[in-house]
């Protein structure tokens, strides 16, 4: 799996547009890139994926750039309960993967009130 | 049921006490995974599952066991505790055939203090 880099901890208003980065540089063709986020205490719960194309649900939104070497998750309306650490991962999607993800260690998303 | 479940949420074991960390799932995922967290070092991976009959080691398998007799149930064994073993243990699932999103489920988590 490629190796990620992201910023260990970020604040932002509440209301306001959380954008937090990630770099891939050694990200391959076939690598798809995954963010998870973990409140404090529980255990981490999947946001977005995606190869290279933007992607939107109802939690997030996902920018990768067209070389695919940086991506931004973006939270459209921060609120407090966003405050957690946030993983983002890349590996290949394979359906007979079984090695699960490696989670490295996050940015430590704070939403100000 | 609805998801994960792990049994026990939190335990105190002296060294050297054998101790089985649950997990059971009713999504039918065939794939299943055990991780720990420690301050500091994120989530590793301890051992994985592909199938029931079939499992395989992650990152930090030493000292660790599993098994996977059946679809639903995974559990953990610690055969002789030790103190570096005190960490919040992750069971977590997800399906790996049809549409598959690469998505896990992760269980609530099991705090195991090793004294």
């Known amino acids: 799996d490629a190796k990620t880099t992201q910023p260990p901890s970020m604040d932002c208003a509440e209301g306001r547009a959380a954008n937090l980065p990630c770099n891939h540089s050694?990200?391959?063709?076939?690598?798809?890139v995954y963010w998870y986020r973990q409140i404090h205490s529980q255990g981490p719960q999947y946001i977005i994926h995606?190869?290279?194309n933007n992607e939107t649900n109802e939690m997030a939104s996902l920018i990768i750039t067209e070389d695919r070497k940086s991506s931004t998750l973006i939270l459209p309306h921060a609120t407090l309960r966003d405050t957690a650490v946030y993983y983002c991962?890349?590996?290949?999607?394979?359906?007979?993967?079984?090695?699960?993800?490696?989670f490295g260690k996050g940015t430590h998303l704070i939403i100000q009130p | 049921i609805a998801g994960i479940t792990q049994a026990p949420t939190s335990q105190i074991l002296a060294a050297g006490r054998r101790m089985t960390l649950r997990c059971t799932q009713d999504?039918?995922?065939?794939?299943m995974y055990w991780y720990r967290q420690d301050l500091g070092l994120g989530l590793r991976l301890i051992h994985y599952?592909?199938?029931?009959?079939?499992?395989g080691k992650g990152e930090v398998p030493d000292g660790y066991s599993v098994s996977r007799a059946n679809t639903d149930d995974f559990p953990l064994t610690l055969a002789s505790a030790v103190p570096s073993q005190t960490s919040v243990y992750f069971c977590?699932?997800?399906?790996?055939?049809?549409?598959?999103?690469?998505?896990?489920?992760f269980g609530e988590g099991s705090r195991l203090t090793v004294l």
């Open positions: 977590a699932s997800r399906l790996l055939a049809g549409v598959n999103t690469g998505e896990l489920f």
């Open positions: 050694t990200i391959s063709g076939n690598e798809y």
């Open positions: 995606g190869l290279k």
């Open positions: 991962i890349v590996r290949v999607y394979s359906g007979g993967g079984a090695d699960g993800l490696t």
């Open positions: 999504m039918r995922h065939n794939a």
């Open positions: 599952s592909n199938t029931a009959g079939t499992t």
